[in-house]
């Protein structure tokens, strides 16, 4: 912007906004980046429904499953729409890392000691620019399960991913047809 703010700055906090779109183009092989495994989950609290974003090393799955590789975010309900993530801009909460298990949760769990029920809306794999190990990192990249997602500064910027990007082999999503959103 010309006033030297950025978008966060101009923008409402958590506010969503219209999909974000344009400018991508398919990275060459060798700047693909590193491969991922994503899921995404509705997470049904006392407190309000969210979403959870996981993010993890594609060979995450095949580990142990308790080992806490997923980085993961907290978005809005809002950030969900049908069967995919939603295009726009929404508030992401960085918490702390969940194990690898979510990475692959198949059907719904009601977790311990009344933290509510996760249920999985959506899993697969992908590409990150690079996989930060801790939660203050610097900005995430990632082109996964159709969508070209940036997270920086409390916001997840999504959009629809350009044909080709993440150019090469990516793992089918897999949505959860038992899953309403």
Excluded at 83 to 104: K, Q, S
Excluded at 164 to 180: K, L
């Amino acid at each position: 912007m010309s006033n030297g703010k950025s978008r966060v700055d101009s923008e409402v906090q958590g506010a969503a906004r219209p999909p974000v779109s344009g400018g991508l183009e398919a990275p060459a092989p060798e700047t693909r980046g590193v491969p991922v495994r994503v899921a995404v989950a509705r997470h049904e609290t006392a407190d309000g429904d969210h979403l959870d974003l996981f993010v993890g090393p594609a060979a995450a799955i095949d580990g142990d499953p308790d080992a806490r590789v997923a980085r993961t975010w907290r978005l809005p309900l809002e950030a969900w729409e049908a069967e995919h993530l939603a295009c726009g801009r929404f508030a992401a909460v960085a918490i702390a890392p969940h194990r690898a298990a979510y990475l692959a949760l198949a059907t719904a769990h009601t977790l311990a000691d009344g933290r509510g029920r996760v249920v999985p809306l959506l899993r697969g794999g992908g590409w990150a620019d690079a996989l930060p190990e801790a939660a203050d990192a610097p900005p995430l990249g990632l082109s996964i399960l159709g969508r070209r997602i940036e997270i920086r500064d409390g916001f997840a910027v999504i959009s629809q991913a350009a044909p080709g990007s993440g150019a090469g082999p990516m793992p089918a999503a897999t949505p959860n047809p038992e899953a309403a959103p």
